[in-house]
């Protein structure tokens, strides 16, 4: 297994609010690039997923707000996957900011693989391959997925 690189990136002006914070919506839309930027590292880049006929649909997200984030400041993304049984996974979030070292927003969101008709599919049976790159991270804790 090779250890990732977190998502990394700086808070664009257009997503803060009148306070000068990133408006709470935005945290889902940052959870969502390092799902992508994610399964690229570790080998699955989405656009092959969805190749295969295989849609990810959120079925559940939440974010709790520990540190407002504010524009032009450089954060990173770390994210696991907590659960994984080849039709749903549950992944974690931890949103750290790179000037302070402290943890700004934590989340989670829980999703399926359907069809294209948005009929469950098992992964292990019908895409091993997919399956395997998945199996391969579940489980595993922050620190033992990435390097900094």
């Known amino acids: 297994m ?8 700086k808070v664009f002006y257009y997503e803060t609010d009148k306070m000068g914070i990133v408006h709470h919506s935005n945290y889902i839309r940052i959870f969502e690039e390092a799902r ?3 399964l690229s590292e ?12 295989i849609l990810m649909p959120v079925l ?3 974010a709790v ?4 984030l504010r524009f032009d400041e450089t954060f990173a993304v770390y994210l696991k996957i907590d659960k994984f049984n ?7 979030y ?5 000037e302070t070292g402290l943890v700004c927003t ?8 359907t069809d294209t008709e948005l009929k469950i599919v098992r992964t292990k049976n019908r895409y091993p391959e997919i399956y395997e790159i998945f199996a391969r991270y579940a489980g595993l804790d922050f620190d033992e997925i990435f390097t900094d």
Do not use: M, Q
């Not at 080849?86 to 974690?92: D, I, N, Q, R």
């Open 2 to 9: 090779n250890k990732l690189r977190p998502y990394e990136r």
């Open 36 to 38: 992508v930027h994610y």
């Open 42 to 53: 570790a080998g699955l880049p989405f656009p092959k997923i969805e190749e295969t006929g």
């Open 60 to 62: 559940s997200v939440e």
């Open 65 to 68: 707000y520990k540190r407002p």
């Open 86 to 92: 080849g039709t749903s996974l549950h992944v974690s």
């Open 94 to 98: 931890r949103i750290i900011s790179r």
């Open 106 to 113: 934590e989340g989670s969101s829980s999703h399926c693989f």
